[in-house]
């Protein structure tokens, strides 16, 4: 048990920081101009929206009911909607992409806090897994790393045309995925005795919600006004594709 217990952690860690690896291909990139910034926006748009439906709400409507794990997604998604509406914003220069980076940065930030509240409870259910068969932890940890690669890119991409620092850019989705071996240790330490596969389940639609707001009202939007005319959609269909590939090779 006590040898499962540091494997557990170690596969949470491993998995969450995979982020990295798609924040490093993100910047690659050396200059990202309008086109870019439009498809990786679309990008992050499409993972985000196919990860909550086919993963994570699916997963609620089969553990919870139908009727419960919707109206937690609805209640994440109203929660995204009251923040944006009881703290207003301004996007400064929105319609000139010279001075829009203001917006890409909140916009990073943003993606970096979906994704980040997304991977705490996978490293919940990482950690768990692992506990109980190590095998079961290994499988959970591979697909959620595969997940995690374009999700990193998501986080990457917008802060580093936003700042032009690949530091920051790097540090954002590095914080994104840290939070997956900080659920694994709060499971550990505080949550273990009480959790419950319903508990998880009710935090993991609650999540798709926030993820699937974010998506259609902050990513899609940006992506029309700094892309060209097709390029967010094709951003979009190339992010989903990405996470539906990935999904039928663990699946097989």
Do not use: C
Not at 84 to 102: N, S
Request: charged share 10%.
């Amino acid at each position: 048990m006590d040898q499962n217990f540091a494997t557990a952690l170690l596969l949470a860690a491993g998995a969450g920081l995979s982020t990295t690896i798609g924040s490093l291909l993100g910047l690659m990139v050396q200059k990202p101009g309008p086109r870019f910034t439009g498809f990786a926006l679309g990008f992050s748009a499409g993972v985000m929206i196919m990860v909550s439906f086919v993963e994570l709400l699916r997963h609620s409507i089969n553990s919870i009911g139908f009727l419960s794990a919707v109206s937690v997604f609805l209640l994440g998604m109203t929660s995204i909607f009251l923040i944006d509406f009881l703290v207003p914003h301004e996007y400064i220069g929105q319609h000139d992409h010279g001075k829009g980076r203001p917006r890409l940065m909140r916009i990073g930030i943003l993606i970096a806090l979906g994704i980040g509240i997304h991977n705490f409870p996978e490293g919940m259910a990482t950690f768990v897994g692992a506990l109980g068969d190590v095998r079961i932890g290994i499988a959970i940890a591979t697909a959620i790393a595969i997940h995690n690669i374009p999700e990193g890119l998501a986080v990457s991409a917008p802060i580093y045309a936003a700042t032009g620092s690949r530091g920051k850019a790097f540090l954002w989705s590095f914080l994104s995925g840290v939070s997956e071996p900080l659920g694994a240790a709060i499971t550990a330490l505080v949550l273990f005795p009480f959790l419950t596969d319903t508990v998880l389940h009710w935090i993991l639609a609650l999540v798709a919600g926030i993820m699937v707001s974010i998506s259609l009202d902050e990513l899609i939007p940006a992506a029309k006004s700094f892309g060209s005319e097709h390029t967010p959609i094709i951003g979009v269909i190339s992010g989903m594709f990405v996470m539906s590939f990935s999904l039928w090779i663990l699946n097989r």
